[in-house]
Nanobody
């Protein structure tokens, strides 16, 4: 089973940027789809974005499209989430997940890292 470790979260003002990273181990990372999800207090975990194994296909939630960018480095077994023009509503714990297909559904995953907290102040 793949082990996932998210990092890079923090406190940022609205309009600012952050770059999250997810380090994966224990599996053939280069053949794995990676997805980002987030969970705000009192809300269900939701899809943020995804990237296929080669990086040639990405998919984003409408709420982050044009502001967030996913990339991956298969040589380093990492996937990144560059977040720009952050809004207070982006405040959440961000998680990455590894799978075989782009699902956009957190319910299909049972293996999660500890997540990384992103707080956007207004």
């Amino acid at each position: 089973q793949v082990q996932l470790v998210e990092s890079g979260g923090g406190l940022v003002q609205a309009g600012g940027s952050l770059r999250l990273s997810c380090a994966a181990s224990g599996r053939a990372f280069s053949s794995t789809v990676m997805e980002w999800f987030r969970q705000a207090p009192g809300k269900e975990r939701e899809f943020v974005g995804a990237i296929n194994w080669s990086g040639s296909i990405t998919k984003y939630a409408d709420s982050v499209k044009g502001r967030f960018t996913i990339s991956r480095d298969n040589a380093k077994n990492t996937v990144s989430l560059q977040m720009s023009s952050l809004k207070p509503e982006d405040t959440a714990v961000y998680y990455c997940a590894a799978g075989q297909l782009i699902t956009t559904s957190p319910r299909l995953y049972d293996n999660w890292g500890q997540g990384t907290q992103v707080t956007v102040s207004s």
